[in-house]
């Protein structure tokens, strides 16, 4: 299994238990202003990323390591609640969502540890009429020994520029090129 199907697994999860989100998707990492407007549109949304991997170990089953998930939650207002009440009735499922979840996986190898929550609030979320919330958990994942050519674009050729001292004259002494054996 890979880090990228166990993710998807993780936004079924979500989506399962939250039917109300009108968004639920992979990510690929934190927010800023500018994309948080263009995402804001189809809310309540709920975007899943993998914010940090550490203590890789190749076991006999494969590559196991612990993964840092992201929940990032965005709400607007809607008739008749404020944007603060939608999101925290939503944070309050995501959370009971996230505890004791294996995700459906048997590559989750341990329950999500150091689950914690985030109010995201400040002036450039707020001036979009939003409310974010970040959720992160840790959780032990096997991300298996076979590696899936589907998801790899085939690497063709190798190209390099070596330059010794950058910003001087912004030409390299050496250049390679190599065009690798296909089987």
């Known amino acids: 299994m890979s880090l990228i199907s166990i993710q998807q697994a993780i936004v079924d999860g979500f989506k399962a238990a939250l039917p ?79 505890a004791d979840n294996r995700w459906g996986l048997d590559a989750a190898e341990t329950l999500p540890a150091n689950i914690s929550a985030s109010n995201l609030y400040g002036a450039n979320i707020d001036r979009q009429a939003v409310a974010m919330w970040g959720i992160t958990w840790r959780q032990r994942m096997n991300a298996g020994s076979d590696v899936d050519d589907s998801e790899l674009a085939d690497f063709l050729t190798f190209h390099a520029d070596y330059d010794v001292a950058p910003g001087v004259d912004d030409n390299p002494i050496a250049t390679d090129h190599v065009a690798l054996p296909q089987e």
């Open 20 to 98: 109300a989100l009108q968004t639920c998707e992979r990510h690929g990492g934190r927010f800023d202003a500018g994309e948080l407007n263009r995402i804001s549109r189809r809310v309540p949304a709920l975007f899943v990323a993998s914010l940090n991997i550490g203590d890789v170990r190749r076991g006999h089953d494969g590559l196991s390591c612990d993964v840092t998930y992201g929940a990032f939650l965005i709400t607007k207002d809607q008739p008749g609640q404020s944007r603060d009440l939608v999101s925290l009735a939503l944070l309050d499922a995501a959370l009971k969502t996230v």
